[in-house]
């Protein structure tokens, strides 16, 4: 099946710096990436659909300037936390879907943010 | 907002015996999807069932889709210590994949 892969799997940052997290898909283009946040015994919850080559759409209540996502490449997108703070540790999780198969989203292993 | 709502929130259940839980949802969709997740892992999907279909089955694991009650549910059968884990509904529409809460289920040996 397709894969997806994030990194870092783990990252530990002080408050107020920026933190990048790169999602790619390693045997298919991803015309379409979503990026998920999760808290602690907490479901997913969407934060932005990039699409390739154009800017992304965020959901409601989530800050575009905080949370910049670069979809540069058919299998490359990222997403920065400019000044991080605390509240902004939680897991985040990429997905990526293809041309062809529009109804399944391949999910990446997440990422765990700790802002000290 | 999310979409789909799950029930229970929680289950533990002794090895063997039958899991099942359900999922509420409340618009129309294309597909709803049923995930896992082990503690502090990525997602790993499960099960897709379309609009169109009214039950589907892999392995040990049946789900049903109710479309006119908006409705779904995974039935886990023959539990396993290994199925401890928590189970997302989601629901596809046009765009967007939605999650619903979640339950945690615990498999006791």
């Known amino acids: 099946g397709a894969v997806v892969s994030q990194h870092p799997s783990r990252v530990i940052c002080k408050s107020g710096t920026s933190v990048k997290i790169e999602c790619r898909s390693l045997d298919f283009q991803a015309t379409t990436m979503f990026w998920y946040r999760q808290f602690p015994k907490q479901s997913l919850m969407l934060m932005a659909t990039s699409n390739e080559g154009s800017k992304a759409t965020y959901e409601q209540g989530v800050e575009k300037d905080k949370f910049l996502i670069n979809h540069a490449s058919l299998t490359l997108s990222t997403l920065t936390v400019t000044s991080a703070h605390p509240e902004d540790s939680s897991f985040y999780i990429c997905?990526?879907?293809?041309?062809?198969?529009?109804?399944?989203?391949?999910f990446g292993p997440g990422t765990r943010l700790t802002v000290l | 907002s999310q979409q789909g709502e799950e029930d229970p929130q929680a289950l533990s259940i002794q090895e063997g015996e039958n899991a099942t839980m359900n999922c509420s949802y409340k618009?129309?969709?294309?597909?709803l999807q049923w995930y896992r997740q082990n503690s502090g892992r990525g997602l790993v999907h499960l099960i897709l069932i379309r609009s169109n279909e009214r039950e589907k089955h892999s392995g040990r694991l049946r789900v049903t889709l109710d479309t006119s009650k908006k409705s779904s549910s995974l039935l886990i059968t023959a539990s396993r210590a290994a199925d401890t884990a928590s189970y997302f509904c989601?629901?596809?529409?046009?765009?967007?994949?939605?999650f619903g809460q979640g339950t945690r289920l615990t498999i006791n040996p």
């Open positions: 618009t129309s969709i294309n597909n």
């Open positions: 997905s990526a879907r293809g041309p062809v198969r529009a109804d399944t989203q391949y």
């Open positions: 989601a629901t596809q529409g046009a765009q967007k994949l939605v």
